[in-house]
């Protein structure tokens, strides 16, 4: 099954990345711009649970790990997409196909600073509006408030 | 004269003081009627809170206030006085003329109602011959407290809670009205002392057989409403409110409301005794022969006001709330009808006479 | 400092906004909706989070991997041995260990009775939550028989902190079987009291059914697990599709529960009828617990190899993730909490609206929110 | 007819509901049969042997611990609790210089009972203790020094 959709893929999204080494599931690192088409396409293939949005930073580069799992078959794939522009992070959203992206995409903006492109409430929702700096990200550094042993 | 019944006490009591006194003699009784019944409403108010605090810990598997006085008795009093130390403050741009009448509205509601009950034999502040029609008038002014309490303490919460109660309120004084026009029926009489003297042989809960079940049925979940409690306490709603129209009150403020519901619950109660279970007769005329009347007839007043406050306690302990469509639903679908149909089914049984009676 | 996404000029000329939280008995913790409401009728929700998070992922990459456990305890403290299992779980995953089997029985059913410990006080919550406040009491009762044993074998009753990576803290205590074997009829029987009590009830049947409806196609939609997708239809548990600790290594009988009317009502079934499952489940594992040790062999200091590793595990709120990424060195480079009340908070978004506050108020009890569980 | 069913059902649940309570009621004003409180100053509270209240360190009648000062416990702390001031004393006997502690300082404040330092102790100097009456009016009341003033090490742990 893994084979058949990483040709899949393959045909499809070119200059998607494969990685089966770091994890014990099926990794594809995609691109900004074919994301969201990835992800659609990924859905009409039954991968119709959105497990979980992980913001990530890579020390240069931002990122989102998307963890998809087929609810019929519990088969599990994960999509990681990659930034590199730290200063202004766009994303599109995947609000319009999951709506559990909804609150994760807001979780990892308010965490990571990603902006999602279209989402309907891009706003702060852990954090106070009037919080500086993105504190999930590695090079986010508070004397005050965090105590490194 | 309002004061027909020449057996009450505390018309004897104006009367020997104006005889004795003149106009000043008999504001003095007016005025010592008047602590008598405010007296009765704070013991009894705190009692019953007491009551209500240590019947729902044994019904909740604890043991409730047990640590003030013996048997934690004097814990209600501990937190009147708390209460009455407590600084008093409200909301920023709240509306203070609606605001501080509230509760007076709810207090005074509710003291008055209780004037027309008859305790025992001639022991009734005002035993006018529209009694039961004085309650369910009065006490509905209560709602007018609730609503401006509502309104007035500039809290939204409040608000929704003062509007459920109106809502909750105008549906089940038709409800208790009609059950009480039904028993009314049988007695033939407004009068409160009336009703129970119609019942010196037979209670009409017996008398009326199955109407009265269904009336009695009737009254104790208006009754209920009426007093804004579970599963009826939508005003009030704690997991959806926070406390409902009094969320804004504190000190005596808050005391006036929480001691008005426990009097309107003894009201309800008084009333339904009244109606259903003759009062202060005792059953069977088990004490009629004994000396000391009055206190006798106090003596079973109280018991079976005791049980029937214990009904209502044992409904909140036990059920959920209601939702307020629900509410409304119930009122006007289940319990209107029923008592509308009921009340022609008593018509015909009183005017064929198929009652039992000894 | 405003964090109201909503105006007052977005406002239909019958609306308001009703702030609902974060101190408010419904709200189970400090959870903050901001509704629009059209009278009663909720019109909009928009959840406002974080005032109780700790930011335990930030943490987690400054702690060595022992050390994470006890961070989770307090996320969803309701069952918080399994949070604990679901990170020793993963590291024992990267790191290859084969755990002993008295190790994955003991934790299955110290699992399985966090999950009735959690489903009781969610139960008594439940019923407050409608009005009905002595159910609380009872439930409480009940549960704190299972704190006994917690606090007996793990020496405290909600933080166990019981789970390590490879095996237990302590040992069983010797008098674990005999009070678990008593547990087991006592709630046996109150079950059927709880029922007559609250769930046959009229007045709650009424509150229940039809309220809040989530369709199959939403609850996966909006990512729900646990109870609340079960609810809905969408066959979920953990324990049934990718086995862990017991599960896998023992032959267990159990059901998976599901309901399809997706509504309060359903959601409330699936919890009352879990319990007994449960206690089936323990029934089944109390009486051979293997002798082969409560720890496998660990290094003192422990480095995960490079990769990254997820593990799921069902908590008694639905679906957990640990996602750990690992750089190779001795503290996780990115620990991710996937947490059920999560993205079951989103779900209440959707059905929350339409419904009057008292049944919003039903809703959010039947999904059954932690709310540290949401912030971490 | 559904309508009368309807209302004389639901009575009947109510009254099933109403049944339940009352099972417990009645008992408990006759005899407090239910009554799952505990007093608690009056009664005293059923405290399990494995409570993990705080940490303390055994002292035997000598005043002697089992501390050797090795830090383990500090280094397996998550959150920074356990802070060991320590110097090397010159043992008379052998003529080296031996580690010792001067202060084993308790954070009672940040600690999460999570049992890491008690696993990760190698002589067993410090254990759990029951207690949980630690609340005080000052949180600095809550760090404590968990060695005796002028405890020693006692002899034999240092193997």
């Not at chain 2, 919460?157 to 009480?180: C, D, T, V």
């Not at chain 3, 159910?135 to 009753?157: L, P, Q, V």
Request: with cysteine.
């Amino acid at each position: 099954m893994n084979n058949e959709l990483k040709a899949e893929i393959e045909n499809q999204f070119d200059q998607a990345v494969f990685d089966e080494e770091t994890s014990k599931y099926l990794i594809v690192e995609i691109a900004p711009a074919s994301y969201l088409d990835l992800m659609q396409t990924l859905k009409t293939k039954g991968f119709d649970y959105l497990f979980s949005m992980t913001g990530m930073d890579w020390g240069k580069e931002l990122g989102v790990t998307n963890h998809l799992e087929n609810s019929q078959t519990g088969e599990m794939i994960v999509v990681k997409v990659k930034l590199t522009d730290r200063e202004k992070p766009e994303l599109p959203t995947l609000e319009k196909i999951w709506k559990t992206a909804h609150l994760h995409e807001r979780e990892i903006y308010d965490l990571f600073g990603i902006n999602f492109k279209g989402h309907s409430v891009m706003k702060r929702l852990l954090l106070s509006e009037d919080w500086e700096g993105y504190p999930m990200r590695k090079d986010w550094h508070d004397e005050t408030k965090m105590i490194i042993r | 004269m309002i004061l027909t019944n020449t057996t009450n006490y505390f018309g004897q009591l104006v009367n020997y003081l104006s005889e004795q006194m003149g106009i000043g003699g008999q504001i003095l009784a007016y005025v010592l009627v008047a602590a008598i019944y405010l007296s009765f409403f704070a013991v009894a108010g705190l009692l019953l809170v007491y009551v209500e605090r240590r019947v729902a810990a044994f019904f909740q598997l604890r043991l409730g206030p047990n640590r003030v006085g013996p048997h934690g008795l004097l814990q209600t009093i501990a937190d009147a006085l708390k209460l009455l130390s407590k600084e008093i403050f409200g909301t920023n741009r709240k509306d203070n003329l609606l605001y501080k009448t509230a509760y007076y509205l709810v207090i005074i509601a509710s003291l008055v109602s209780l004037s027309v009950i008859p305790f025992s034999r001639g022991i009734q502040a005002f035993d006018i011959n529209v009694g039961v029609f004085f309650i369910s008038a009065v006490s509905s002014v209560g709602v007018l407290g609730i609503l401006f309490g509502g309104w007035g303490s500039n809290n939204k919460y409040s608000l929704i809670g003062g509007m459920r109660s109106g809502l909750q309120m105008i549906s089940y004084e038709l409800s208790s009205g009609l059950a009480i026009i039904t028993m009314v029926l049988l007695a033939g009489t407004l009068q409160m002392s009336g009703i129970i003297e119609a019942q010196r042989d037979t209670w009409f809960i017996i008398k009326g057989h199955i109407p009265a079940l269904i009336a009695l049925f009737i009254f104790v979940v208006a009754g209920t409403a009426e007093s804004n409690r579970t599963p009826f306490d939508l005003p009030e709603g704690e997991a959806e409110l926070g406390a409902g129209y009094h969320s804004e009150y504190s000190g005596m403020g808050f005391a006036y409301f929480f001691l008005a519901e426990f009097i309107n619950m003894f009201i309800i109660s008084a009333v339904g005794v009244t109606l259903f279970f003759g009062g202060w007769l005792a059953p069977f005329h088990l004490t009629d022969s004994l000396p000391w009347q009055p206190l006798w007839g106090a003596f079973w007043f109280f018991m079976k006001v005791a049980v029937f406050i214990f009904f209502m306690m044992w409904f909140r302990w036990t059920f959920p709330r209601l939702r307020i469509d629900q509410l409304l639903t119930l009122e006007w679908k289940y319990l209107l009808p029923i008592g509308l149909v009921n009340i022609i089914l008593m018509a015909v049984l009183v005017y064929y006479n198929i009652l039992i009676s000894f | 400092m405003e964090t109201l996404t909503l105006n007052s000029s977005d406002l239909k000329s019958q609306e308001y906004f009703l702030n609902m939280g974060p101190q408010h008995p419904a709200t189970h913790g400090v959870l903050r909706l901001i509704l629009t409401l059209d009278g009663e009728v909720v019109k909009n929700i928009e959840p406002d989070l974080g005032y109780i998070h700790r930011s335990i992922e930030k943490q987690c990459e400054y702690e060595g991997y022992k050390q994470i456990i006890h961070l989770t305890d307090r996320m969803d403290y309701l069952s918080a041995h399994i949070n604990n299992e679901a990170v020793a779980l993963a590291i024992e995953q990267a790191l290859e260990i084969e755990v002993p089997e008295r190790v994955k029985v003991i934790r299955t059913i110290m699992g399985e009775l966090t999950r009735i410990a959690s489903h009781l006080l969610w139960w008594g919550v439940m019923g407050m939550d409608v009005g009905a406040l002595t159910t609380f009491m009872y439930a409480f009762r009940d549960r704190e028989m299972i704190n006994d044993i917690m606090e007996e074998t793990c020496g405290a009753r909600l933080t166990m902190s019981y789970s390590t990576p490879g095996g237990v803290m302590f040992d069983l205590h010797p008098n674990f079987q005999k009070r678990v074997k008593d547990f087991i009829p006592h709630l046996r029987r109150v079950i059927p009291q709880y029922d007559e009590l609250l769930t046959g009830n009229v007045i709650f049947q009424k509150r229940m059914k039809g309220v809040g409806i989530m369709s199959h196609e939403d609850a996966i939609s909006h990512g729900a697990s646990g109870p609340v997708a079960r609810g809905s239809g969408v066959s979920c548990d953990r324990r049934k599709k990718d086995p862990y600790s017991a599960f896998a290594s023992r032959d267990i009988q159990f059901n998976e529960i599901t309901f399809t009317e997706g509504d309060n009502l359903a959601r409330y079934n699936v919890r009352m009828k879990e319990m007994l499952e449960s206690l089936n489940i323990i029934e089944q594992l109390i009486d051979n617990i293997p002798d082969d040790g409560i720890q496998a062999k660990t290094k003192a200091l422990i480095k995960l190899p490079k990769g990254e590793y997820l593990q799921r595990v069902e908590t008694a709120r639905g679906d957990l993730g640990v996602y750990i990424v690992s750089d190779g060195k001795k503290n996780p480079y990115r620990v991710k909490f996937r947490s059920p009340g999560f993205s079951n908070l989103n779900a209440l978004i959707e059905i929350g609206k339409g419904h009057l506050i008292a049944d919003l108020v039903a809703i959010m009890s039947t999904l059954d929110f932690v709310v540290p569980d949401i912030d971490r | 007819m559904s309508y009368l069913g309807d209302v004389i059902g639901g009575i009947k649940t109510l009254m099933k509901g109403m049944k339940v309570t009352g099972s417990y009621f009645f008992p408990n004003v006759i005899n407090k049969k239910y009554i799952i409180t505990r007093q608690y100053p009056d009664e005293p509270a059923i405290v399990m042997e494995r409570f993990k209240g705080e940490v303390v360190m055994w002292h035997n009648e000598n005043n002697e611990h089992r501390c050797t000062g090795c830090q383990a416990c500090e280094i397996a702390c998550p959150n920074g609790s356990i802070e060991i001031i320590w110097n090397r004393v010159l043992n008379e006997e052998t003529g080296k210089k031996v580690k010792q502690i001067d202060k084993h300082i308790y954070h009672l404040g940040m600690c999460t009972m999570c049992n890491l330092c008690i696993q990760a102790c190698p002589t067993n100097a410090i254990m759990w203790s029951t207690n949980f009456h630690n609340s005080t009016y000052d949180r600095s009341k809550l760090t404590k020094v968990l060695n005796k003033p002028g405890s020693k090490l006692m002899a034999g742990v240092e193997e």
